[in-house]
T-cell receptor
Framework: EDQVTQSPEALRLQEGESSSLNCSYTVSGLRGLFWYRQDPGKGPEFLFTLYSAGEEKEKERLKATLTKKESFLHITAPKPEDSATYLCAGTSSGNTGKLIFGQGTTLQVKP | ETGVTQTPRHLVMGMTNKKSLKCEQHLGHNAMYWYKQSAKKPLELMFVYNFKEQTENNSVPSRFSPECPNSSHLFLHLHTLQPEDSALYLC?????????????FGPGTRLTVL
């Protein structure tokens, strides 16, 4: 069964304290790995898509990387406005457009 | 209005009520999705429509009935719901159904079933 698991479930950082969020997946024939950000009371906001192992993408303080078994979302020198729940999702070759989501990591950055 | 809008934002209904959720996208997309987000559980895909045709039903109970009259509008008709159906229902759209087309989400409808 296709599955996506995120860790940790929750993460508290001080402003400026860099860290990484993990997304491990067992998705047959992974075609794409997606990262979303979700703020309270809002829908998820698209961040990145990664298609193959070794690929990296960056946006401001965020960098997403992908290996054959997992993806990392690195947060460099975070600010309080980076506080949100970060969701990871995968899609397989047999499910065009169908995203399999992890349960998310809730990040809190304190000033 | 821009992006993906959903109405109502909050809904409380009894188990015998019938209600509908509405989603509208202003992005010119062709694919639309319904997701369920329960507390402490991953986002769960319910239905997918591509060019108004249903292409995915993720074993959703028949008390949830989707309708897609055109590529810009998506409805979820609700009847005889159970308390465990209480959740955030999210609508999303994408240009197409391929993996290259990122999905844009609406703000969701918070549903409470009494």
């Amino acid at each position: 069964e296709d599955q996506v698991t995120q860790s940790p479930e929750a993460l508290r950082l001080q402003e400026g304290e860099s860290s990484s969020l993990n997304c491990s997946y067992t998705v047959s024939g992974l075609r794409g790995l997606f990262w979303y950000r979700q703020d309270p009371g809002k829908g998820p906001e698209f961040l990145f898509t990664l298609y193959s192992a070794g690929e990296e993408k960056e946006k401001e303080r965020l960098k997403a990387t992908l290996t054959k078994k997992e993806s990392f979302l690195h947060i460099t020198a975070p600010k309080p406005e980076d506080s949100a729940t970060y969701l990871c999702a995968g899609t397989s070759s047999g499910n065009t457009g169908k995203l399999i989501f992890g349960q998310g990591t809730t990040l809190q950055v304190k000033p | 209005e821009t992006g993906v809008t959903q109405t109502p934002r909050h809904l409380v209904m009894g188990m015998t009520n019938k209600k509908s959720l509405k989603c509208e996208q202003h992005l010119g997309h062709n694919a639309m999705y319904w997701y369920k987000q329960s507390a402490k559980k991953p986002l769960e895909l319910m239905f997918v429509y591509n060019f108004k045709e249903q292409t995915e039903n993720n074993s959703v109970p028949s008390r949830f009935s989707p309708e897609c009259p055109n590529s810009s509008h998506l409805f979820l008709h609700l009847h005889t719901l159970q308390p465990e159906d209480s959740a955030l229902y999210l609508c999303a759209s994408s240009l197409g159904q391929g993996i290259q087309n990122e999905q844009f989400f609406g703000p969701g409808t918070r549903l409470t079933v009494l």
